[in-house]
């Protein structure tokens, strides 16, 4: 049983230029979540997405940065313009909504390195 | 704004011994909390859940939720090298709406 996939690992971007991460969920779940962590800090929730629509983007920053879960392949997470600031680890997560007990499982994060 | 507190650390413990691991949260309307292990460089991984007063345990691990005193613990018995990592606390906003809100973690050093 997959868990939940994330590409790319690793991604290096000039300031200015666009990232575009990508999460795959586990078989079977149908939430998708998107966390941000900066060096040496906590995880910080951006945003909540069900297929083909946003539920909370309560976490996300209002410029330049948009997320969407299509009703076919991956959740996309993207930010446009990168700044250094948006260097972090970028990491999706994603859960049943059958499950009742709303189990969080992660994948193994995007690291964006802008330059 | 819903908070979640943890001692930092780093918090050393001998291996074999018992690790404490504490968190607490600011919004007495919290039903349920999650405990999460991340090596470093590595994405976090679940531990335990617990929604319910009292003790929970899972093999070495046991999670005990206080909602009256707004407190969540982890304890870790016969502590393991392999145990050597930061420890996440996070609390379920709520259900229906499920982000989790995270503790900053406790950096726990198990010493051979």
């Known amino acids: 049983n997959a868990g939940v996939m994330q590409n790319p690992r690793h991604l290096v971007r000039r300031r200015g230029q666009e990232a575009r991460l990508r999460c795959s969920p586990m078989?079977?779940?149908?939430?998708v979540y998107w966390y941000r962590q900066l060096p040496e800090e906590g995880l910080k929730f951006m945003v909540y997405?069900?297929?083909?629509?946003?539920?909370?983007e309560s976490g996300m920053p209002k410029e330049r940065f948009s997320a969407e879960f299509p009703k076919e392949g991956p959740s996309i997470l993207r930010i446009q313009q990168v700044v250094r600031g948006d260097s972090a680890a970028y990491f999706c997560?994603?859960?049943?909504?059958?499950?009742?007990?709303?189990?969080?499982?992660f994948g193994p994060g995007t690291r964006l390195t802008v330059t | 704004q819903k908070e979640v507190e943890q001692n930092s650390g780093p918090l050393s413990v001998p291996e074999g011994a018992i690790a404490s691991l504490n968190c607490t949260y600011s919004?007495?309307?919290?039903?349920?909390f999650f405990w999460y292990r991340q090596y470093s460089g590595k994405s976090p991984e679940l531990i335990m859940f617990?929604?319910?007063?009292g003790d929970k345990e899972d093999g070495r691990f046991t999670a005990q939720l206080n909602k009256a005193s707004q407190y969540v613990s982890l304890l870790i018995r016969d502590s393991q090298p392999s145990d050597s990592a930061t420890y996440l606390c996070?609390?379920?906003?709520?259900?229906?709406?499920?982000?989790?809100?995270f503790g900053t973690g406790t950096r726990l050093t198990i010493i051979p």
């Open positions: 078989k079977g779940h149908s939430h």
């Open positions: 997405l069900q297929k083909e629509n946003i539920i909370d």
């Open positions: 617990i929604y319910s007063n």
């Open positions: 997560a994603s859960s049943s909504s059958g499950s009742g007990t709303y189990e969080q499982y």
């Open positions: 919004d007495r309307g919290s039903q349920s």
């Open positions: 996070a609390d379920i906003s709520n259900f229906g709406n499920e982000k989790l809100t």
